[in-house]
């Protein structure tokens, strides 16, 4: 064991930590010493979102005394930044193991320090988390969750007041403040009982009326009301209340996944609790199939994320994509506003980078201003605010999955979005096509855009200075055909410059800094380039269009997109 791991599990030991983490210590001494090592090297990091990571003993693992040291930051940044003011926070947790622990831990570490903390009575979804911090006039806000990570993590997200996580400059001066933390003596743990109180019935009736306030045609969903819909929460918070939100809708034919419909932190169905992966959403297929509906939904852990499955052109069972979901919410909501007569000039939506350029496509040529910002609801938050009071914002979202529906809340909403989507499918329902059907009319509207994501892991001690050298690479000598297309603009986000490769004129990019790299084609392919920022892996974000000018051609066009972005990958030796 080296010497500096040794003394941080000393200090772990003797220290004033309890009797139960001490045996836990000695158990890993005897038995997994190299497990031991590994619970040690390091501090978790408390990024610019907040931790993330396994639970386990010791200063590299989510814990009472790491999640404390992050509250105890985060307590004194909020105490300096309003001085006199009173404070208050909200905190909310999913269904994992010990999240329940986790954000009574955090309620206690606030409230001993003079934070008035108002916590949830069981596990809630995030963006009610978000809602309630704007609801209550909170200062900021916690949640307990890894989201879609596996049953061994788990996490802690930070927000602010305007109910969005962290940006500059509280993002890194929470983190000074945290890293200040040295001793778990400097942690208040106890004696602030009295500043806790807790939320149950009523945030979730304000909740669910503002998702109810969301919708655009009642009339349609009166009318098709048994709309066959699937939904599986996959273990997580979901459950707490979509039934219900789809119920206020006005939806009367919804069946629970049963297999998934039970909180638990094991995710004993899945290997990966994530509504993207078809393995994740299989067992909702397959219910899908049996009863011949007419759209299956699924939320993560934490109710931010949604995935959907509806019968495509072949009457084959399907699951969307990110993008495509966005595609569509974006749509329905621009041109149902539009054709109800309630779109404002001044409506806008908000998208990100690395997400399909349809969407900046569909709002141009339906006259809404569109704005591009970096990976991340929080920079969706923040674009919301700087334009507060001369833009209406409408709907956000980027192809992780993620749609932010609404001016009332300010992070990814996964129970507003399975509403969403089920209004949709029953307005198309109405005209007698599927959402499918919907998708490959906006194809032939709005241009045939697709898709692909790789992300590449470099294992080893080399692993993130191999991929700064690929990042450096690029910078320096782009690509000058890509797929036989010419390359003729760089985006670097790092370096807030676009560059025409053709005339080298350049151009500053008006975004905060970000480890980005795009590629964009004469043909209008678009390759991004975005390293992690905690992990030695990088991922690769492709984009291509063509026309598609009748449906009988779908397959064609598809075949031959897909067949792009293949050769886009070997041309740039990623396979």
Known sequence: ????????????????????????????????????????????????????????????RVNKYTIGMATQGFANYLKK???????????????????????????QVFAANGIKVFLFESLRPTPELSFAIRNLG????????????????????????????????????????????????????????????????DMDNAYMDMVKSLSVYPDVIASEHDLKIVYTPIHGTGITLVPEVLKRFGFTNVTIVT??????????????????????????????????????????PDADRVGIGVKNHKGEWVLMNGNQTAVLAFSYLIEARKAKGIARPDDMVITTIVTTGMINQVAEQNGVACYNVLTGFKWIAEKIK?????????????????????????????????ALMCEMAAYEKKQGKTLFDKMIELYIKYGFYYENLISITKKGMNGQKEIADMMDGYRANPPSLIAGAKVTTLLDYQLQKG???????????????????????????????????????????????????????FDTVYDGLKAKIHTIIADMKLN
Request: charged share 25%; hydrophobic share 30%.
């Open 386 to 418: 700087e334009l507060e009071g001369k833009k209406n914002y409408v709907i956000g979202g980027e192809e992780s999955f993620g749609l932010m529906i609404g001016n009332q809340i300010r992070d990814k909403d996964a129970v507003s979005a399975v």
């Open 1 to 60: 064991m080296e010497a500096a791991i040794q003394e941080k599990i000393n200090i772990w030991i003797n220290g004033n930590y309890d009797q139960e983490t001490k045996n836990e210590i000695a158990r890993l001494q005897k038995e997994a010493p190299e497990e031991l090592a590994d619970a040690f090297y390091r501090d978790l990091e408390f990024g610019t979102g907040g931790l993330r990571g396994i639970m386990g003993v010791g200063t590299n």
């Open 81 to 107: 930044t309003y001085g006199n003011e009173e404070v208050k926070v909200a905190i909310a947790h999913d269904s994992r193991n010990n999240s329940r622990f986790f954000a009574e831990t955090t309620a």
């Open 259 to 300: 297999e998934q419909a039970t909180p638990d932190g094991n995710f004993p169905t899945v290997n990966y609790p994530n509504p993207e992966e078809s393995e994740t959403m299989s067992i909702g297929l397959k219910k899908a199939k049996e009863l011949n509906a007419d759209i299956l939904l699924g939320t993560d």
């Open 138 to 201: 909170c200062k900021g806000g916690v949640v307990c969750t890894a989201s879609h990570n596996p049953k061994e993590y788990n996490g802690y997200k930070a927000y602010w007041n305007d109910g969005g996580q962290l940006v500059p400059p509280h993002d890194t001066n929470v983190i000074k403040e945290v890293e200040a933390i040295k001793s778990v003596d400097d942690i208040k743990f106890t004696g602030g009982d009295a500043n806790i109180t807790i939320l149950g019935k």
């Open 499 to 553: 560059t025409n490769l053709i005339t080298g004129e350049t151009y500053p990019i008006d975004l905060p800094k970000s480890n980005v790299l795009q590629f964009i084609t004469d043909d209008g392919s678009k390759i991004s380039a975005r390293p992690s920022g905690t992990e030695p892996k990088i991922k690769f974000y492709f984009s291509v269009n063509a026309k598609l000018t009748r449906k009988e051609d």
